[in-house]
């Protein structure tokens, strides 16, 4: 039985001209949350985008640190950043924040402890228009805190959602979408990143990888994170395929197996 339908820094491509020549804004999603560590590096690599049309959206998920103080220092310095402020709700509550005062045409993430490629948007914008895409992904390095570089994540070239039942192909600091697509919003869940680019594959019908010679974003990978503990992401992934896809369990069993296999396959890359 096949996975598929509900049942109910350097190293990138010159930039295209077409993308100088005709830009379209992207807002960029940033949430913050006690990030006043990590999160100047963040900004910076938003700032120095090649792709000059963008606003930087940076929702403050009630900071008990200096984090507010440094989007105001950065909003001060530049009109397209622009700050937020939230009691705090969650990275899903912060996200979706952000994406209700968005203006742009397209919309990316970026957390407050990864970063960018300069010409990360300027490629993926031009990828888009190329393909006709209207959702987006690209390569990414997983990078540990003390620096070393722990693996680099390099997708296929294409997914559809039969695809991303199988696995998350779409790390959430790489995505980017049409706002065509309509209104998608951040679920309060385990997986979130997961459960919102699986429902933009399924309208968009298909997701592009940004042809690049090297990765487009970093991934801080933190000891001891949420997504670190295995036993808990599987159960959160069950529930996904039953509760969010409404698979039947024949078709949620073949799924979790798939997601399994591939699982193993990262974990297998990253010891080499």
């Given at each position: 039985?096949?996975?598929?339908?509900?049942d109910?820094?350097?190293g990138?491509?010159?930039?295209?001209?077409s993308?100088?020549?005709g830009?379209a804004?992207v807002?960029?999603?940033?949430?913050?949350?006690?990030?006043?560590s990590?999160?100047?590096?963040?900004?910076?690599?938003v700032?120095?985008?090649?792709?000059?049309d963008?606003?930087?959206?940076?929702?403050?998920d009630?900071?008990?640190d200096g984090?507010?103080?440094i989007i105001?220092?950065?909003?001060?310095?530049?009109?397209r950043?622009r700050?937020v402020?939230?009691a705090?709700?969650?990275?899903?509550?912060?996200?979706?924040?952000?994406?209700?005062?968005?203006t742009?045409?397209?919309?990316a993430?970026?957390?407050?402890?990864?970063?960018?490629?300069?010409?990360?948007?300027?490629?993926?914008?031009?990828?888009m228009?190329?393909?006709g895409?209207?959702?987006s992904?690209?390569?990414?390095?997983?990078?540990?805190?003390?620096g070393?570089?722990?693996?680099?994540?390099?997708p296929?070239?294409?997914?559809?959602?039969?695809?991303?039942?199988?696995s998350?192909?779409?790390?959430?600091?790489t995505g980017?979408l049409?706002r065509?697509?309509?209104?998608?919003r951040?679920?309060?869940?385990?997986?979130?990143?997961?459960?919102?680019?699986?429902e933009?594959?399924?309208?968009a019908?298909?997701?592009v990888?940004?042809?690049?010679?090297?990765?487009?974003?970093w991934?801080?990978?933190?000891?001891g994170?949420?997504?670190?503990n295995?036993?808990r992401?599987a159960?959160?992934?069950?529930?996904?395929y039953?509760?969010?896809?409404g698979?039947?369990l024949?078709r949620?069993s073949?799924?979790?197996?798939?997601?399994?296999v591939?699982?193993?396959?990262k974990?297998?890359?990253e010891?080499?």
């Amino acid at each position: 039985m096949a996975c598929d339908g509900m049942d109910a820094m350097t190293g990138a491509p010159h930039r295209p001209e077409s993308v100088v020549a005709g830009q379209a804004r992207v807002s960029v999603v940033m949430p913050v949350y006690n990030a006043e560590s990590t999160m100047r590096r963040s900004i910076d690599s938003v700032l120095a985008q090649t792709h000059a049309d963008w606003e930087l959206l940076l929702v403050d998920d009630g900071s008990s640190d200096g984090s507010a103080g440094i989007i105001a220092g950065y909003a001060a310095r530049d009109g397209r950043i622009r700050p937020v402020h939230q009691a705090n709700g969650g990275v899903a509550s912060a996200r979706n924040a952000g994406i209700d005062i968005a203006t742009g045409d397209y919309i990316a993430f970026l957390d407050s402890d990864d970063w960018w490629h300069p010409d990360k948007l300027a490629l993926q914008v031009a990828a888009m228009r190329d393909q006709g895409a209207l959702v987006s992904y690209a390569a990414y390095q997983r990078v540990a805190e003390d620096g070393r570089a722990l693996s680099t994540v390099s997708p296929p070239a294409a997914v559809d959602y039969r695809d991303m039942l199988a696995s998350n192909f779409i790390g959430n600091l790489t995505g980017m979408l049409d706002r065509r697509l309509g209104e998608v919003r951040f679920a309060r869940m385990g997986h979130e990143d997961y459960v919102f680019w699986l429902e933009c594959v399924r309208r968009a019908g298909r997701a592009v990888r940004v042809p690049s010679d090297g990765p487009l974003a970093w991934y801080l990978v933190r000891e001891g994170s949420v997504s670190a503990n295995k036993l808990r992401a599987a159960s959160w992934q069950w529930r996904i395929y039953r509760d969010v896809a409404g698979l039947s369990l024949a078709r949620a069993s073949v799924c979790m197996l798939q997601y399994v296999v591939h699982a193993l396959r990262k974990r297998r890359a990253e010891a080499f």
